[in-house]
C-alpha cells in the first residue's frame, strides 16, 4: 500500500454516508471521460466533488494556507490543480452534467450536513453548479444568504 487512495479520504466517506442517508444512490470510481468525479449521481445527472482546501486552494479558506519553503514548486502545483479543476467542471457542464463542491472546511465542521441537498440536487435549484463552503472557516461575502452555498451557472 504505497499509494494513498484518495477517494476514500475521510470528509469523501462522511459526504458519502451522509447523501446515501438521505437516500441519493451513487456511484464511486466512476469516470466521465478524463473527469473522475469523488461522487457520481446517474440518477440525476450530478458530478459531486469532495474538495481538500488546501490542494484545491479554497479562495479566502484558513485552512488554504501556503507553504513557506519551496514556493515555486507550490505555486506552480497549484496552478495547475486549479487549473485542472476549472477545465473538469467546464467539461462536466458541457456534457450535460451538474455539478457540486463540498469544501473539506465545510465537511469538518460538520456544516455540510445543514445543506439541502433535496433542493440543490433533485428540486428547483437543479442545472447549476454550487459549492459548500464553511462559514467559520471562510470570509467570503459572496457566499449567498449567510448559508454557506454558493451558485454559478454552469
Ligand atoms: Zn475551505
Not at 441519493?24 to 440525476?44: C, E, H, M, N, S
Not at 462559514?135 to 449567510?146: E, F
Amino acid at each position: 500500500m504505497a499509494q494513498v487512495r484518495s477517494r476514500d479520504t475521510v470528509p469523501e466517506v462522511l459526504v458519502r454516508r451522509h447523501l446515501f442517508s438521505l437516500g441519493f444512490r451513487y456511484r464511486l470510481g466512476t469516470r466521465v471521460d478524463f473527469v473522475k468525479p469523488d461522487i457520481v449521481l446517474p440518477a440525476w445527472d450530478y458530478c459531486i466533488f469532495v474538495h481538500g482546501c488546501f490542494w484545491h486552494r479554497h479562495d479566502g479558506c484558513r485552512m488554504t494556507t501556503t507553504p513557506k519553503s519551496n514556493e515555486d514548486y507550490w505555486r506552480e502545483k497549484f496552478r495547475t490543480n486549479r487549473r485542472r479543476d476549472r477545465r473538469n467542471l467546464r467539461y462536466l457542464a458541457e456534457c450535460g452534467w451538474s455539478t457540486g463542491v463540498i469544501w473539506e472546511c465545510a465537511v469538518r465542521t460538520g456544516e455540510f450536513r445543514a445543506i439541502d441537498y433535496d433542493r440543490l440536487i433533485r428540486g428547483s435549484l437543479r442545472r447549476r453548479h454550487w459549492e459548500v463552503h464553511s462559514r467559520r472557516y471562510t470570509r467570503r461575502r459572496k457566499i449567498a444568504g449567510g448559508r454557506g452555498i454558493t451558485h454559478t451557472r454552469p
